[in-house]
């Protein structure tokens, strides 16, 4: 199944209709706007001439069959394809960590090319395509898209990408799953209030566990686990991703918790996802070799 781009929402609500309904392990492409629903298309554009209140969309929500409050929806991100040649990145006034420094507003149209991003005419990075707003709808209040929160949203987490699988909580039934805001490359912090934002499409499978514990929004790929938290403060962000991720281990493990955080503090890494957004968010990472030895197999 293919969600066209068009199908677009600014805010993740329990009272969103769904443009879709799919089963349990269906596949489905999202095809994504950019972070500003594609209203830049060159440097000459200025702040004053966007639409401020479409940003962030989200392509959906879908109705997942059987997702009903309680259970935890699995979603394996089988692809990301980014689908322009150049990314659009922001900066200016009072925007990221160094506003207070910047008298003037920025915008950049950066090349991509041969899978690499082309800054200021000479700098060459690496991409690492990212989705930066994934999640579903909250139990209560409607959720701006560019907030992120236990439901997900705007985790704006650099690991959330092609060959992680991610695990959400469903809060109300169908789950009304939506994902947009696509990265070219990002990294940690998102300091500029901007990583490469650009269109694409995102193929993924849904499924929906029952009977499952997980502590959520939990991200899984090859090389490690990681539990996400999304809080007003970083050091709140930081404290309930380490809770999440003992919470995790103690499932697994018959440690206590005294031994479980000498080693996540001597082996695991709480790391900042992103400090721009209304709500800071961190992650706390271990690595896949670590979690076998804790018996935490997922």
């Known amino acids: 199944m293919r969600i066209k781009k068009n199908n677009v929402i600014f805010a993740m609500s329990k009272n969103n ?26 440097e000459t554009m200025t702040f004053n001439e966007l639409d401020w209140n479409h940003i962030n969309p989200a ?29 659009i990145m922001v900066t200016g006034h009072q925007l990221g960590v160094i506003g207070d420094q910047l008298s003037d507003n920025h915008i950049y149209k950066v090349p991509i090319l ?9 700098i060459h990075i690496d991409l690492n395509p990212m989705i930066g707003v994934i999640g579903v709808a909250p139990k209560g209040d409607d959720i701006s898209c560019g907030i992120p929160c236990q439901h ?46 650009i269109s694409g499409e995102v193929e993924v499978v849904i499924s929906v566990l029952k009977n499952s514990a997980l502590p959520t929004p939990l991200i899984v790929n090859p090389h490690m686990i990681s539990t996400v938290a999304s809080s007003p403060t970083l050091d709140e962000a930081a404290v309930d991703a380490t809770k999440q991720m003992v919470k995790l281990i103690k499932q697994y493990s018959n440690l206590s918790e005294a031994d479980i955080i000498t080693i996540l503090s001597a ?12 709500q800071k968010t961190c992650r706390f990472e271990i690595t896949q070799s670590l979690a076998k030895q804790l018996s935490v197999i997922l």
Not at 114 to 122: E, M, P, S, V, Y
Not at 267 to 278: F, H
């Open 17 to 42: 209709q769904p443009v879709a309904h799919v089963s349990s392990g269906s596949q489905v492409i999202f095809e994504t706007c950019d972070c500003f629903f594609d209203q830049i298309l060159d």
């Open 59 to 87: 392509t959906g929500p879908i109705y997942v069959e059987d997702a009903l409050p309680g259970d935890i929806l699995k979603i394996e991100i089988k692809k990301i394809s980014l689908t322009r040649d150049f990314a």
């Open 114 to 122: 041969d899978n690499q991003a082309i800054l200021q005419d000479h």
């Open 152 to 197: 997900g949203g705007n985790m704006d987490c650099k690991e959330i990408a092609q060959g992680a699988t991610l695990y959400l909580p469903v809060n109300v039934p169908g789950a009304l799953f939506a994902l947009g805001d696509l990265h070219a490359a990002m990294g940690d912090g998102e300091v500029c209030v901007s990583g490469l934002e």
């Open 267 to 278: 082996k695991g890494d709480l790391r900042i996802c992103q400090v721009v957004d209304p």
